[in-house]
């Protein structure tokens, strides 16, 4: 046994012996954490087609080194465990037997995402960030990890791509469901009760660590669009708001979160590098090393480095500001930013180049490597916790209380704007649109016409443009205003019939006319319909409040600046709005 493998040792210990036992393509290897898929049954990807994912599993784990991947796609909870135990077989029989860290994006909610999050599938269904930062409740957030950490560990999941704590200061932004909204304040708070959720009072066997993302903080989008793609690339602050940005960072640092990812976004008109993030010195050394003191792993966002095949479409680099660079000067610079790790990439042999040519020294990439081993030694993954057992994963994950949890939560996240009616009464006939009728049979009486109806129901999504590419299909971003002719269908069936109107707010929807005339008016952030009705015929409360502000008109979300909360004007709802029924 050598001393790495003995479990009585310090952990510090077992760190520099391995260190000392790896060659430069072993280490090479533990700096990319990149996407793996599975069969459906439980088995590894051993072929693969190139329209996703470049490689199969044993050429990253067995010929390249790796040894940290995400989970992309949603599987039953056995097969998922059997997957993982096959995939840690496959590293145990390398030849220094370093295990796999496997992580996630967010699984426990509505959305679902490739690039950004999953629908909650095998897994207890909770309202999305954002109805969470609703009910603002630290103790139900704190509750809400816990259960994700447990749900985690049966299957092996062992880092959270997750919480994202961006704060949600540009309305047209894409990706706002999954923070804690506009307020800073209560963003670190929650945010603290998220990450003790997950990794305990301190890391340890029993811990999902968290990876807080996306530092400095992302709302800021230059006209709202996403920096996954190349129009949204600009990050901006014409309010003079930087500071603010990093207050839930610097909370979440104070909880001890474990990993830190860099956003993509490319500062501009600041004293600032412009360059993206992860490329970032002065931001990822100066600021969040130096400045605030974060010690753990800086994982980039995924794919900096090299194009990218994505539903068959090319996907240039996402290398703000350094697009001009080779793949092996943008991985040199990402170094010298001090990033340890890169998202979604898995080219070890441009770091074994970097390190021959002299460009980086080997002493570099071992202060990361060595960063990485520790949180797996930390974690148990050398020991007790390599493996799980599927029969325990398929007891744990969706558990009878897990849901409850979670069905309970979404109820208490619905955000009520305008009450008039409620609660309902008796059983209307009731019109229902978006509504899956066996469910609202339970409430009333179900008619196939508005003009039949004593009372309408109506779900709504907050609307966003098209984009042709595929991939950029799934951020939705663009314009918040319903538009002809779906708004006069909306307010012509509000004129025939009594509507209660639920909004799903993924984004601040723009919806003056429909708040004007529904006889209610509801905001959820991922609700099942039953917890829709459950609410609007008075048998479960409603607590939300709204976490950002309902704008009145698109002109005035142009006008807002992107990086100051709630700062469009005369909003047809201010942040912070809900009432009781």
Not at 522 to 541: M, N, P, Q, T
Request: include cysteine; hydrophobic fraction near 40%; charged fraction near 25%.
């Amino acid at each position: 046994m050598h001393p790495y493998q003995d479990a009585a040792r310090p952990v510090a210990e077992r760190v520099e012996d391995l260190l000392s036992r790896m060659t430069l393509e072993e280490k090479a290897g533990q700096l990319f954490h990149s996407m793996l898929m599975m069969n459906a049954d439980g088995t590894p990807v051993t072929e693969t087609d190139g329209s996703m994912l470049p490689f199969t599993t044993p050429e990253l784990v067995e010929g390249r080194h790796l040894t940290h991947f995400n989970l992309l796609g949603t599987y039953g909870a056995r097969e998922m465990a059997l997957w993982h135990n096959a995939v840690q077989e496959m590293a145990a029989n390398t030849r220094l037997g370093i295990p796999v860290s496997l992580s996630t994006d967010p699984r426990h909610a509505f959305t679902d995402n490739v690039g950004a999050s999953f629908n909650a599938g095998a897994f207890s269904a909770w309202p999305e960030a954002l109805g969470l930062a609703a009910i603002g409740d630290p103790e139900l957030v704190f509750r809400f990890a816990d259960t994700v950490r447990r749900e985690y560990l049966a299957v092996g999941f062992r880092t959270a791509l997750h919480p994202q704590i961006d704060l949600a200061t540009e309305p047209r932004w894409a990706r706002q469901s999954g923070t804690f909204g506009a307020d800073a304040e209560l963003t670190g708070e929650l945010v603290q009760a998220y990450v003790r959720g997950l990794q305990g009072e301190e890391l340890g066997p029993d811990s999902v660590a968290a990876m807080v993302k996306h530092f400095p903080g992302g709302g800021p989008q230059k006209d709202g669009e996403d920096p996954h793609f190349p129009h949204g690339k600009e990050q901006i602050y014409p309010g003079g708001m930087r500071e603010h940005h990093l207050e839930p960072f610097k909370a979440a640092i104070a909880a001890g979160c474990s990993q830190m990812m860099p956003y993509y976004g490319q500062p501009i008109g600041t004293d600032w590098e412009e360059v993206g993030f992860g490329f970032n010195k002065g931001v990822v050394t100066g600021l969040l090393r130096e400045e605030l003191g974060f010690t753990g792993i800086v994982c980039t966002d995924w794919g900096l480095l090299t194009d990218a095949v994505i539903f068959g479409e090319t996907h240039a680099a996402r290398a703000w500001g350094v697009e001009h660079l080779s793949v092996a000067e943008r991985a040199a610079k990402a170094l010298d930013a001090g990033s340890d790790q890169f998202g979604g990439e898995q080219c070890p042999e441009v770091i074994v180049e970097l390190v021959g040519s002299g460009r980086i020294s080997e002493a570099r990439i071992d202060a990361s490597v060595r960063r990485l081993l520790r949180e797996k030694f930390v974690l148990g993954l050398f020991d007790e916790r390599r493996y799980v057992d599927p029969d325990e994963a398929a007891e744990t994950v969706g558990r009878a209380d897990f849901k409850a949890a979670g069905a309970a939560a979404q109820r208490r996240s619905l955000t009520v704007l305008t009450n008039g009616p409620l609660p309902l009464t008796g059983r209307p006939k009731l019109y229902v649109e978006n509504v899956d009728p066996a469910v609202a049979a339970a409430y009333g009486d179900v008619v196939t016409a508005p003009a039949e109806a004593d009372l309408a129901v109506l779900r709504l999504r907050t609307p966003y443009e098209e984009r042709p590419n595929r991939f950029e299909s799934f951020f939705h971003s663009g314009s918040l205003a319903f538009e002809e002719p779906e708004l006069t269908r909306i307010l012509s069936l509000l004129a025939t019939v009594p509507t209660v109107v639920c909004v799903n707010l993924e984004r601040p929807a723009v919806l003056p006319e429909i708040a004007e005339r529904a006889a209610a008016l509801i905001a959820d952030y991922g609700a099942g319909d039953d917890a829709l009705l459950d609410v609007a015929f008075g048998r479960a409360a409603a607590e939300g409040r709204l976490p950002f502000e309902l704008p009145r008109s698109m002109a005035a979300v142009e006008a807002a600046r992107p990086d100051v909360p709630n700062d469009t004007a005369n909003p047809v709802f201010a942040h912070g709005h809900g009432l009781a029924i």
